[in-house]
Structures are given as structure tokens and as C-alpha cells.
């Protein structure tokens, strides 16, 4: 189907013109937990330009993830889907012919821009500029792709993306509204900060997590299996510096949770300070008013709760998102929502704010009424989950879940193991009640509505035997 004279119809019906066009800003950083924003009540960390966003905007507290892991998100925000349905529900390789919310908002006249971490194996597709890193890319003096060349950018990463991105708002073409992408590495794995960041945090005690020594009893088999533990599975690499000798038990889990979250924290700190430089520069262009800003990450992450690091889990830690979002006049200044919003949402609420029409096959919904604080009726109470990606890297089992605004049903699905929590009484997730005669009425209504979204969705298992090809790591392969 071309969209095209659609969306010219619509633009001419509405009386829009460019310059009446709001433009978007969208940061996103990788792997950034909400619990590591002061502003959602953190206490190991400060993040005041984070927290000036929340305080001009709206907080959303129940924005979740449809699938936790890098670059199946990055495909259900670009295209409005469901993994299934854009045909990434591991690290395979992004099909940029697809309809993305980029192409859309190109071809109705946006000057659209994407700069740094990109990782979906393919050239990014409908951006008049973009620079990404190839793959994972670097913290320090990282390669940057361009559609032309590949160079080696002296400095550290996150200023690097942010220094792009002004670039991009200085050489603008004015007469066009901008859809910009800046899309930060940090503060993924292995967490490096820059040297000032790192020798500020050298000292500093992160208080544990109450779920920190999680043995998970009454849990199914997956949490054991899984490789993704503070006390065990950090390396060398992640560790950076040798344990002090003699060091044994508890007290080497806290050593390591404290090497981990000083540098993972101190990454989050050039995260704050350069969405500060950034949202400043918008200032001084005079572009507050008219741009939708919103912050995210592409999914959470367990900062020692349960005793983990990572994400892929549907529990609580990993499945949710932080999400802010800023667009003077249209959402009041410190709000808050949670009404359930979803990643693939994103795609529909840009193409919403851009007064375009949001295509029919896209299974997000327009959440502008949820940010400006005017939910449409009947917007949804629950969320389908799955995740895919099995036995790397951490092996995660696969799973099926549904969240509603108060339980979580969880079905590994190869394994046949269940689980069920009541979030109103147990919100860190340390009660399995799947077992529990009295609670077995949930359990039956909560894999009824499961499977009634998993249809409503068609997610027919065609991916669930999916697995990265070996070898593939989000590399674009058009340049060496
Ligand atoms: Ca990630």
C-alpha cells in the first residue's frame, strides 16, 4: 500500500503546515532501569536533569516492554508491533524495508535524524541523517557509521551522540519540523564510564536492593537457571579490578554488586548531564514550545535485585520502562499516569503528536491522552508478554506472560513451569502463588485473557523456535 497520498490528504484536510507541526525529540538510552532515576523515587543515584524533565512533564509509571532485550525493542518501537510481527524477537537482523515511524514521518515532511546506538543488523532506513556505532559499539573513541563511511570518533560516547544531535538541530533545514533519535549506548554492559564520572563514583556505598539474597523459593526452574547472577556469573571484563584476596560468600556478592553499580551509575551520570546539554540547546533555539521531548529506555534492568544484573525476565525490574515526556501546553508540568503504556505505543503517539493517521497494522495505541492526562476511555488494563532468546546469553527460559494492573501470570513455555503474583501485596515478586489452592481462579482468568491477547495479537508461535544466527550481533554488514 503507498501511504503517501493519504497522508498528504490528511495534512491538506487538517489544515497543517509544516511549521504547525510539532517536532520530536526522542532520547533513548540502553538498558537504563527506572529505579536509576531519582525522580521515580530512586535512592542509589541523582539525576537532576532527568528529574527537571519529570517536573515539566508527565511520569509514566506503568510503561512496559514487550519483550526485554535490546534490539526487539528497538523494532517494536520503530514499527508499532509486536515481535512476531516485525520479525525480531531476537538479535536477527531488522528488515528496514518495513513501514517504520521514521519513514512516516518522513514522508509527511519531517526532517528525520537517528544518532547512536541503532543495533538491528541493518541500515537504518527512513532518516535523512544518521550516524550510528556498529553493533554494541565503543564507550571510548568509538566507530560511528554513516551511510558512507566509517570513522573513529575521538571522546566518550555519550557526549559524542549528543554532540551529533546538536549538530543535527544546528544544521537543520528550518522550514521542517525534526523527528530526532538520540539513542545513547549507555550505560549497557560493560558499564564504562568516563574517568572523571568513575573516580567520583570510586568511593560511594550503593545501599543493596531489598531483593539482593532472592534464592527464589517457590519460583520455577528458569530464575535458577539463569546465568545472569551479581555473586556469580560477573567477569573480569565487567569487574574491571581483581576482588580484594580472602574474600568469600556475601561479602564478595556486595564487592561485585559495588564495582557493578559504581560503574553502571557513573554512566548513568553522563547520561543526565548530556540530556541536560541537550535539552538546554533546544532552549537556545528557541524550540521548547513546539517539541514533544520524551526520555526511555529501551527496556529495565536488575540493578542486584533478585541478586541479578540484566534483564530478558518479565518481572518487574526488566519489564519496566522509565518514560518521560515534556510538550509545553499539551502535558501539564508534574504529572504522573499509570495507565499501562506500551513500547510499541511509541510509534502511534509520534505519528498522533505529528496530527498524521496512525496505520491500521500497527498494534500500539495513540497514548497522547494518557500523557496529557485524559485517558481515552477504554484504554487497556493488561499486557502480553514474550520473550524468545534462549540459551544465550544468560539463559533465560522463554516465556509467555500477561501483567494486569494488579497480577502477573508468567508461562515458561518450554519448561511448562508457571508463575502467578499478586503485585498489590508482593510487588517485588517474591511470592509464586501458582500453587496456592485459593488463588487458582486468578490463575485460570489470568491464562484465559493470555491466550485470548496472544490471538487478538496473532502470535500463532511462529517465532518460537527462533534463535540468533550465530555470528549476528546488530553489525551492519555493508562496510568493514
Ligand atoms: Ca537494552
Known amino acids: ?64 516492554v514487550t519483550n526485554s532485550i535490546c534490539t526487539p525493542s528497538r523494532a517494536a518501537i520503530l514499527t508499532g508491533k509486536y515481535s512476531h510481527k516485525n520479525g525480531v524477537p531476537v538479535f536477527n537482523r531488522f528488515d528496514g524495508g518495513q513501514q517504520t515511524v521514521a519513514k512516516l514521518l518522513q514522508a509527511a515532511g519531517y526532517h528525520t535524524g537517528m544518532y547512536g546506538k541503532w543495533h538491528l543488523g541493518s541500515d537504518p532506513t527512513g532518516f535523512d541523517q544518521w550516524k550510528i556505532l556498529p553493533g554494541q559499539g565503543l564507550y ?43 539513542h545513547h549506548k549507555a550505560p549497557h554492559r560493560n558499564w564504562q564510564p568516563r574517568a572523571d564520572k568513575k573516580a567520583k563514583w570510586a568511593n560511594i556505598e550503593v545501599p543493596l536492593p531489598e ?13 535458577r537457571e539463569a546465568t545472569m547472577r551479581v555473586a556469580d556469573h560477573l567477569t573480569p571484563n565487567d569487574l574491571k579490578e581483581q576482588p580484594p584476596e580472602g574474600l568469600t560468600g556475601r561479602d564478595l556478592k556486595i564487592w561485585k554488586y559495588q564495582r ?9 551520570e553522563s547520561v543526565d548531564d ?29 540493578l542486584g535485585d533478585h541478586g541479578w544484573y540484566d534483564k530478558r525476565f518479565m518481572y518487574e525490574e526488566s519489564l519496566k520502562m522509565p518514560f518521560l ?29 505529528a496530527g498524521l493517521p496512525v496505520p491500521g497494522d500497527m498494534q500500539g495505541q495513540n497514548a497522547l491522552g494518557v500523557l496529557a492526562g485524559n485517558s481515552p476511555k477504554g484504554w ?25 494492573l494488579t497480577h502477573k501470570l508468567i508461562h515458561f513455555n518450554k519448561i511448562d513451569q508457571w508463575e502467578l503474583y499478586d503485585l498489590t501485596t508482593d510487588p517485588r515478586e517474591m511470592r509464586n502463588l501458582i500453587h496456592e489452592p485459593e488463588q487458582q481462579a486468578k490463575a485460570k482468568e489470568l491464562k484465559e485473557r493470555m491466550l485470548a491477547l496472544k490471538k487478538e495479537l496473532g502470535d500463532s508461535d511462529q517465532f518460537a523456535d527462533q534463535q540468533p544466527p550465530s555470528g549476528v550481533d546488530g553489525q551492519p554488514r555493508n562496510r568493514k
Open 274 to 302: 548530556n540530556i541536560g546539554r541537550l535539552l538546554d540547546h533546544l532552549d537556545r533555539q528557541g524550540l521548547r514550545d513546539n517539541t514533544l521531548v520524551t526520555y526511555t529506555s529501551d527496556q529495565g534492568f536488575f
Open 1 to 64: 500500500m503507498n501511504f503517501l497520498p493519504g497522508l498528504v490528504t490528511c495534512l491538506l484536510a487538517c489544515g497543517q503546515g509544516p511549521a504547525d507541526r510539532p517536532n520530536i525529540l526522542f532520547i533513548m538510552t540502553d538498558d537504563h532501569a527506572a529505579h536509576a532515576i531519582s525522580a521515580y523515587g530512586g535512592k542509589i543515584n541523582r539525576t537532576p536533569h532527568l528529574d527537571q524533565l519529570a517536573k515539566e512533564g508527565v511520569r509514566l509509571d506503568r510503561c512496559f
Open 325 to 353: 515526556a515534556r510538550w509545553p501546553g499539551k502535558i501539564k508540568p508534574g504529572t504522573t499516569s499509570g495507565d499501562m503504556v506500551l513500547n510499541v505505543d511509541f510509534a502511534p503517539t509520534f505519528l498522533a503528536a
Open 380 to 404: 487497556r488494563t493488561d499486557m502480553y508478554y514474550r520473550y524468545y532468546h534462549y540459551p544465550a546469553d544468560h539463559r533465560v527460559q522463554p516465556h509467555i506472560g500477561v501483567r494486569t
Open 260 to 268: 557493578y553499580m559504581r560503574d553502571y551509575l557513573a554512566c548513568v
Open 140 to 182: 571510548h573513541d568509538p566507530v560511528f557509521y554513516t551511510a558512507t563511511e566509517r570513522k573513529k570518533e575521538p571522546g566518550y560516547c555519550t557526549d559524542l551522540i549528543t554532540d551529533f544531535s546538536i549538530d543535527f538541530l544546528d544544521k537543520r533545514p528550518k522550514d521542517k519540523p525534526f523527528f530526532l533519535m538520540c
Open 211 to 223: 531483593t539482593f539474597d532472592d534464592v527464589y523459593t517457590g519460583k520455577s526452574d528458569a530464575s
